[in-house]
């Protein structure tokens, strides 16, 4: 587990597995969002076998798989959700931790300055310049 902090409540990090749970509850996080598509894994790494892993260690377990493609709007507004209303600190997974990312910047794009949301997520690894545009749009509406 490569948990990478985008704000002291949301962290991302690159697939997980049942072998990194313990871990997980070690660093103190109580919820983990899966945003990996079970398609894309094995079934070792299919959300409900990590999230079956991560109830019996009291973690708190959801599932949004998202792609760049199905990154709606509304999907959007359901990671906010997720990660405002369960309790924290909150561990959002996918690939690389890119899409995690992305989600995050894009659920904060009315929220928090362009600069301060690139800054967030460059920080934890992630380039997401190419996204600056999206995000001056979705502020600014």
């Not at 995050?104 to 934890?124: G, M, V």
Request: include cysteine; charge should be negative; aromatic fraction near 4%.
């Amino acid at each position: 587990m490569e948990a990478r902090e985008i704000t002291p409540r949301y962290s991302v990090s690159p697939q997980i597995s049942v072998e990194d749970l313990p871990a997980i509850v070690a660093a103190g996080f109580k919820t983990v969002i899966c945003n990996r598509p079970d398609e894309e894994v094995p079934p070792s790494h299919h959300a409900a076998t990590i999230g079956a892993a991560a109830k019996e260690l009291g973690l708190h377990f959801e599932v949004l798989p998202l792609t760049h493609q199905t990154m709606t709007p509304e999907k959007v507004a359901r990671q906010r959700a997720l990660y405002e209303n369960c309790e924290g600190p909150v561990l959002a997974y996918c690939a690389s931790g890119t899409r995690c990312s992305v989600v995050w910047a894009l659920s904060q794009a009315s929220d928090l300055p362009t600069e301060e949301i690139l800054s967030r997520t460059q920080a934890a690894g992630y380039q997401l310049d190419g996204l600056r545009p999206t995000l001056e749009s979705l502020a600014s509406s």
